[in-house]
């Protein structure tokens, strides 16, 4: 039998589950500006995932590159969610704009 698939569909799981909180956080946190961070982690995720000889583990490592670059869109997309009233704001944070 043949594992891989199953493996690899359920790291992409975890991956997206993991990263959808750390979106939240990041723009509680932080807002918006630090979206160069995910930036450099999805380039360098997808760099090594090059240079991997296994399949599953360049595959795994390319998704979470690209789960990355797709927190980039998410990060500003939070930050609408909240000025909606969707997610509570940060009152510490005074560059707010809603």
Same mark, same amino acid.
């Given at each position: 039998?043949? /594992?891989?698939?199953?493996?690899?569909?359920?790291?992409? !799981? +975890?991956?997206? $589950? %993991?990263?959808?909180? *750390?979106?939240?956080?990041?723009? /509680?946190?932080?807002?918006?500006?630090?979206?160069?961070? !995910? +930036?450099?982690? $999805? %380039?360098?995720?997808? *760099?090594?995932?090059?240079?991997?000889?296994?399949?599953?583990?360049?595959?795994?490592?390319?998704?979470?590159?690209?789960?990355?670059?797709?927190? *980039?869109?998410?990060?500003?997309?939070?930050?609408?969610?909240?000025?909606?009233?969707?997610?509570?704001?940060?009152?510490?944070?005074?560059?707010?704009?809603?």
């Amino acid at each position: 039998m043949n /594992y891989e698939g199953i493996i690899v569909g359920f790291a992409t !799981f +975890l991956i997206i $589950g %993991i990263f959808h909180p *750390i979106v939240i956080k990041a723009e /509680y946190h932080l807002g918006k500006s630090c979206w160069w961070v !995910f +930036l450099l982690f $999805g %380039i360098a995720f997808g *760099i090594w995932s090059l240079f991997i000889d296994d399949l599953v583990c360049a595959t795994i490592t390319g998704v979470t590159a690209f789960s990355c670059f797709w927190s *980039i869109h998410e990060l500003f997309e939070q930050e609408k969610r909240v000025g909606r009233g969707w997610f509570p704001s940060n009152p510490k944070k005074k560059d707010r704009k809603s």
